[in-house]
């Protein structure tokens, strides 16, 4: 480890550092070329894991950021929304809701939350909850 954490709040938690670089191509919806860009980022470990293991927890937690973070902006505009005074609950709701939708085999959420809301009442009730 290096001498950036010595005497630091870090000192002592950090066993180790993972760096991963990304190469990905970036479609332009206005020219429709393709543009190449890498980024690197770094996590950190309490103990000290081997390279696959490292990978697979990296994939796990953008699986996560896939499933449920873009689910809730993408399909339900969590990052255009207005509430301010405490927005958790909101985000709680939305989760929620994405995970009623999840349970009953919904692969499409916007298409799911458009026939919900001309369905009614009748076509949320047929949704099983446990």
């Known amino acids: 480890m290096g001498s950036a954490l010595a005497g630091s ?11 991963v670089r990304r190469d990905r191509l970036e479609r332009s919806a206005k020219t429709g070329l ?8 770094y996590y950190v ?8 293991f ?13 499933r449920l973070h873009y689910t809730r ?3 339900m505009a969590e990052d255009a929304s207005r509430v301010r005074k405490n927005p958790g609950i ?5 989760s929620f809701a994405a995970n ?25 009730a047929k949704y099983k909850f446990m």
């Open 73 to 75: 902006d993408g399909t």
């Open 45 to 52: 470990a309490s103990f000290e894991p081997t390279a696959p």
């Open 54 to 66: 490292a990978a697979h927890a990296i994939r796990r937690h953008w699986g996560i950021e896939n």
């Open 100 to 124: 009623i939708l999840r349970a009953n085999k919904v692969t499409n959420m916007t298409d799911a939350r458009y026939r919900n809301a001309l369905g009614g009442l009748d076509h949320l």
């Open 9 to 19: 709040d870090w000192q002592g938690l950090v066993a180790s550092v993972i760096r």
């Open 34 to 41: 393709w543009k190449a860009s890498s980024e690197t980022a």
């Open 90 to 94: 909101m985000a709680r709701i939305r």
